[in-house]
């Protein structure tokens, strides 16, 4: 079945410091790919999102490049600062043989990041 | 207000008791979903719904069941509590096949004793 694994946590870094958080999935077919975040407290929220092989998703400086050869999905951000601190998810949604997505997501277990001033 | 509403926000129950999470929506979405997240595992899917009249269990329903009332309401019952279902529960919505971005409500954190 599907799958998405994502490195563990937590990771710890200081504002202005480069983040990486890796992220690889198993799947049949062409899955769209997705980051979601989630602030203390809250429902996670759609950080960015890739629906093709060699697509950048990009938002809020943060961005992921969906690598077929790879099977993966990682999330960098060149300057992270306090206010990101929170859990990042890795997610997959698997396109049926049509291309019509099902609607369900597969999400990793999630990675903690908290960044010290 | 919330488009996406969980309620309650927080529960405490005793093994053996029925409960239900309730979940509204204003976003006019056919598609809902309830997840359940514990630390390390991510969010698993317990059930799903494309519309009022289409039901689906998801990878975790065992112990759990669900209610369409409406296409705004969309509920979570578990008919007999276990403390292995103590878990932060997350309903979901979407807008269907052409954009598949969730939109989550806030959460509520169930506590079986």
């Known amino acids: 079945g599907d799958s998405v694994t994502q490195m563990e946590g937590p990771v710890t870094l200081s504002e202005e410091a480069f983040l990486t958080i890796n992220c690889t999935y198993t799947a049949t077919g062409y899955p769209s790919l997705f980051w979601y975040v989630q602030y203390p407290g809250e429902g996670l929220q759609l950080l960015l999102k890739a629906t093709k092989a060699d697509d950048k998703g990009s938002n809020k400086g943060f961005e992921a490049t969906y690598r077929k050869e790879t099977t993966s999905f990682h999330l960098e951000k060149g300057s992270v600062q306090v206010s990101d601190s929170a859990v990042y998810f890795c997610a997959l949604r698997r396109a049926n043989a049509g291309g019509t997505s099902y609607g369900k997501l597969t999400f990793g277990q999630g990675t903690i990041l908290t960044v010290h001033p | 207000d919330a488009d996406v509403t969980q309620t309650p926000r927080n529960r405490i129950t005793k093994t053996g008791k029925r409960i239900m999470l309730e979940c509204s929506q204003t976003?006019?979405?056919?598609?809902m979903y309830w997840y359940r997240q514990d630390p390390g595992l991510g969010l698993r899917l317990i059930y799903y719904?494309?519309?009022?009249?289409?039901?689906n269990k998801g990878e975790i329903s065992d112990g759990y069941s669900v209610s369409r009332q409406a296409q705004a309401k969309f509920s979570l019952s578990l008919e007999s509590a276990i403390p292995n279902q103590t878990a932060l529960y997350f309903c979901a919505t979407s807008p269907g096949q052409q954009n598949e971005k969730l939109f989550f409500g806030s959460g509520t954190q169930l506590s079986v004793l």
């Open positions: 719904s494309f519309d009022v009249k289409d039901i």
């Open positions: 976003k006019g979405h056919d598609r």
